[in-house]
Each structure stands twice: as structure tokens, then as C-alpha cells.
């Protein structure tokens, strides 16, 4: 979609559920989707966002600066500052040493090998705490899985199976708790209502305002490292 000299990236999706036309920024991908119900012409939605076409530029400008893994990238482990550092020479595949983030092998594969580091160090981190917390409510837990999800920072399944972000290997560690203890609460109630709430705050290893408050600050941030 064309406004002010510039083109802004536009998804357009049918959906089922849609009630009416919506627009949602989506952070990871960097585009701006826009919805509407199976029957809604495309003329009529396209019209919805060219009026909406200020806010869309707007938006993306506000997006956070994406932060490619790299030689020498600084990327928070848990909220705590590291350096990456390529090491083409060296054995191994990832390690830590110094405040630093060392990946062997060669150039191309630096990303995914520190991803698929930054994966099993969140599911090494969640375990026990997702387990520790389901003892708590007296409920057990199926699996837990770590995703490339960019929508939802965790999940509870049905069956009682939780799921979480690798990205949140970039969030301090309250954050961290914070949503172990959401998702643990959901085995025991499956809505937001008080009592959810209520348990959730019980669950968390400290007050649950500050790392919501955060991650509703700086969750976009989060999607841009590794991009």
C-alpha cells in the first residue's frame, strides 16, 4: 500500500472468526496484517487501512531496530549482557566464557547454531521451573516444549502440555518466572478471570506487575534479535 512516497508492507487474510475489518502490527515479520470476514469485498477492507494508512507509517517507524546475530552483537542471556564471538577455528559448537557467547564453525551457520543454543538453554531453564510450580497446584505436566512462536510468548495446551518462546532467553529472569507461572496457572484455570490472576501472583517468585509491565515495554525487542 502506497502513502507519502512510501510503499508499507500490507498481508490481507480471510478469516472465519473475523466479525469486522481489524489491523495488527506484526512485530516479527515487520508487516501490518490486515483482516476481514470471509464475505467483506477487498475494496471494502483496502479502504479501511488506506484510511488508517498515518497510523500503519507511524507503527513500523516505532518497530525496534532489527539485531542479526553477528561477530561482536551484544545480546542479553537472560537480561544480562553477552558478546558474541565467532570463533571459525575453533571445536565445539557454543559455549560460554567471560560474558561471552562463543560459536564455532563457519559464518553461515553462527545463527542457527546459537539459536539452537539459546533454544535448550530457555528449556533448560523452564523445566524445572514449570515442574516446581505444577507441584504447587498439585497438576502434572504432559511436556514442555520451546518454539519459534512469534505470537504468543507461551502456551497450555488442553492436555496439559506447556509451550514457550526461545525468545524469552533475551528477557530478565522474573519475565521468565513470570510467564512459567501464567502458563502453570492455566493447568488449573483455563481463562483470565480473578482467580487465575490470583494464582499467578502466587506462583511468581516475586510481585507480578514489574516483569508484565516489562514485557509489555520492550516484548517487541525481543522479536527482532536472530533476525
Known sequence: MEHAGATLPLTFVRSARARRVSLRVDSAQRRVLLTAPVRMPFAVALQFAEMQAGWIAARLKRLPARRPFADGAEVPLFGVPHRIRHRPGARG????????????????YLTRRLRDWLMAEVRRRVTPLAHAKAARVE????????????????????????????????APADVLDYLVAHEVAHLVHKNHGPRFWALTERLCDGPMAKPRAWLRANGEALLQYGA
Open 93 to 108: 559448537t557454543v559455549w560460554l566464557e567471560a560474558g561471552e557467547i562463543h560459536v564455532a564453525g563457519r559464518a553461515e
Open 139 to 170: 497438576r502434572p505436566l504432559k511436556r514442555i516444549s520451546v518454539r519459534d512462536s512469534r505470537t504468543r510468548w507461551g502456551s497450555c495446551g488442553p492436555d496439559g502440555a506447556l509451550s514457550f518462546s526461545w525468545r524469552l532467553v533475551f
